[in-house]
């Protein structure tokens, strides 16, 4: 496990789009998995920069997104589909067919999620997948529970995550309850893994993450088991850790 302590959200989003740019230059045609949410924004920024000033070349890049919201369309605003569109796709020459994101619309959720499994499996193991944290050190939407849930499968949001993400949404009762989520098996078949995090909020669940016990009650540390893992933090996010 590597710690890279950022002085700030600026700097920790350079570091990472740095990271995710050395692996398409590795390998032009990487498969990335790819994370939304308020923290990868900047990341995102800096890709674009990237890709503007000709240092990085989506043409042959694959993504997978970790998650959708269930019951959004992808032209819904809240929909990760639509985010990642809008943040980051129509700024870059990836190809839209090698963009994967789960249908929040599926008619057969269980089919749905039987589908984007099945083509994680094909395309072959992720190359590097970043990955956001909750505060209650969810990953993708790998809730706290008694059990880790492998494979993508189908989720009922915990009240914090739906508390969390209320601020995206205008009122409290558009914010989905469900959602489709990678497991955490796909997510640990990664050959790489570049987790971010900023901000005092999220302190504590880097501490239990990188400190704590492994346990299906905390899903980001079960990251300690995987053999080369990298943790991008500002100083705020990292402000509790014992080193
Ligand atoms: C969301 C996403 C996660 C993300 C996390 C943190 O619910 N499903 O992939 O990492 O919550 O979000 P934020 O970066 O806005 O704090």
């Known amino acids: 496990m590597k710690i890279i302590k950022t002085k700030d959200y600026q700097e920790m989003s350079k570091k990472a789009a740095f990271i995710v740019a050395s692996q398409i230059t590795i390998k032009n ?8 949410g308020g923290t990868p924004l900047g990341m995102y ?48 020459n990836i190809k839209p067919e090698n963009i994967h994101i789960p249908d929040g619309m599926a008619a ?11 083509l994680l499996e094909r395309e072959g193991a992720v190359d590097l997948q970043v990955l956001g944290i909750g ?49 955490i098996k796909n997510i640990m078949q990664a050959k790489k893994i570049v987790l971010l995090a900023n901000g005092l909020e999220k302190a504590d669940a880097i501490k239990k993450t990188i400190e704590g016990k492994i346990s299906p009650e905390v899903p980001a540390s079960v990251l300690q088991l995987h053999p080369d893992v990298t943790f991008v933090l500002d100083e705020l996010a990292a402000s509790k850790l014992d080193n």
Do not use: W
């Open 29 to 36: 045609n990487s498969i990335l998995g790819l994370a939304t």
């Open 45 to 92: 920024q800096e890709l674009i920069k990237l890709y503007k000033e000709e240092m990085v070349d989506f043409k042959e890049v694959v993504t997978f997104n970790l998650d959708e919201y269930y019951g959004l369309s992808g032209d819904s605003e809240q929909s990760y589909r639509y985010y990642m569109e809008e943040n980051f796709f129509k700024y870059i």
């Open 108 to 118: 057969d959720v269980s089919l749905e999620c039987k589908r984007y499994n099945r």
């Open 135 to 183: 505060r209650n050190a969810h990953i993708g939407f790998n809730e706290p529970d008694d059990e880790f849930k492998a494979d993508t499968h189908f989720v009922k949001l915990d009240d914090d995550t739906i508390e969390a993400n209320a601020r995206f949404f205008d009122k409290p009762e558009d914010v989905p309850q469900k959602a489709i989520s990678m497991g």
